[in-house]
């Protein structure tokens, strides 16, 4: 089992500008993938940015370029950088983390809000 606990959601106006951090209750060396998803009002939940255990990183289009994820190891830990917010950008996200071996299994945090002002 792997808790999440996520932080640094928040409102911000147009913009603007939060840091998103997760943080995984063990070591997160045999984590093949972290990521972020986004779940805005009445849609579906999607794959924001991803980075894999070798720090490859793959991002939506509509966040490429103005949002940056990136991991601390030592912290067991996955950021997500959001510059230059856009409404659009409101949702409510989620921490995310695939293990793959010795068989597949996702987590997810519990979810922190972003509300981006116009």
């Known amino acids: 089992q792997v808790q999440l606990v996520e932080s640094g959601g928040g409102l911000v106006q147009a913009g603007g500008s939060l840091r998103l951090s997760c943080a995984a209750s063990?070591?997160?060396?045999?984590?093949?993938?972290m990521g972020w998803y986004r779940q805005p009002p009445g849609k579906q939940r999607e794959l924001v940015a991803s980075i894999s255990s070798g720090g490859t990183t793959n991002y939506t289009d509509s966040v490429r370029g103005r949002f940056t994820i990136s991991r601390d190891s030592a912290k067991n830990t996955v950021y997500l950088q959001m510059d230059t917010l856009k409404p659009e950008d409101t949702a409510v996200y989620y921490c995310?983390?695939?293990?793959?071996?010795?068989?597949?299994?996702?987590?997810w945090g519990q979810g922190t809000q972003v509300t981006v002002s116009s």
């Open positions: 995310n983390v695939l293990i793959m071996i010795p068989t597949t299994h996702q987590y």
């Open positions: 063990r070591s997160s060396f045999r984590f093949n993938r």
